[in-house]
């Protein structure tokens, strides 16, 4: 209870009291050729208003349900049709997520989520009881917690965005390779690395995150990687 009681403390800023950090890609080039494929040609996923209208709709959703499970699943496959699931779409989906954690009210969510959140409190409450002692002292690590809250609160509803960050199982995936052309010179090829949120979200925090207690705080809110998706198939973007 104390635990709770300090981090809904932490967290009670407003959006412009809240530190800004920025997930973007960080790239190099290489020399190794794999076989990967091109990078996503432009489409209605990777337009930034689409992205936010269908990530709103998502968190709607999630405060109105009422119980995890089948049909909520479904529900949210229908809120992505027809453009479907994508990573870009799974980063607006948490950072929205923040937002109604940090802006609304308590009073104004479904029971799944106020279950999916308390369970995500406590079990942060054990894992990185340090850092929520740290950020009394420094509100800006405010920041850090809660997205570790609403990725907990993703891991009891919708554990398959996590996978689509990076969050794996052996812990953050790396990222992909993908196909770049020179612009001034249309010939010239390039390979470029792109970092998944997971890794870059870990590398920038790990100070704070201890390695392993991420995979453990996700285990311990019952995440299982690989079990396929609960409510049948996932609408996943065709790039």
């Known amino acids: 209870m104390e635990f709770t009681t300090s981090i809904l403390g932490c967290l009670c800023l407003t959006n ?8 973007a890609n960080n790239r190099k080039i290489i020399t190794e050729k ?13 337009d930034p208003q689409t992205l936010d209208a269908m990530a709103t709709k998502i968190i709607t959703i999630l405060r109105q349900a009422e119980k995890p499970g089948f049909a909520l699943t479904e529900c949210l496959n229908d809120a992505v049709n027809p453009a479907g699931w994508s990573e870009r779409l799974a980063e607006r989906v948490l950072k ?14 479904g029971q799944a989520l106020k279950d999916a959140y308390d369970k995500a409190v406590i079990v942060a409450g054990e894992v990185f009881e340090k850092l929520a002692q740290e950020a009394k002292e420094h509100p800006e690590l ?27 199982a052996e812990g953050p995936v790396a990222g ?48 299982v990687w690989g079990k396929g998706f609960p409510g049948g198939a996932l609408m996943l973007a065709k790039i």
């Open 16 to 23: 412009s009291q809240l530190p800004t950090v920025s997930y």
């Open 96 to 109: 929205v997520l923040e937002d109604a954690l940090s802006a609304t009210g308590r009073d104004t969510w």
């Open 34 to 46: 794999p076989s990967l494929q091109q990078p996503p040609r432009a489409t209605a996923q990777n």
């Open 176 to 223: 992909e390779l993908t196909l770049r052309r020179h612009k001034k010179r249309k010939s010239i090829r390039s390979w470029r690395q792109i970092e998944s949120f997971a890794a870059g979200w870990q590398r920038t925090y790990s100070g704070f995150v201890p390695k392993g207690s991420l995979f453990s705080y996700l285990q311990r809110l019952g995440m």
């Open 142 to 168: 405010a920041a850090v917690l809660l997205t570790l809250l609403a990725i907990g609160v993703m891991a009891v509803l919708m554990p398959w965005v996590l996978e689509m960050l990076g969050f794996a």
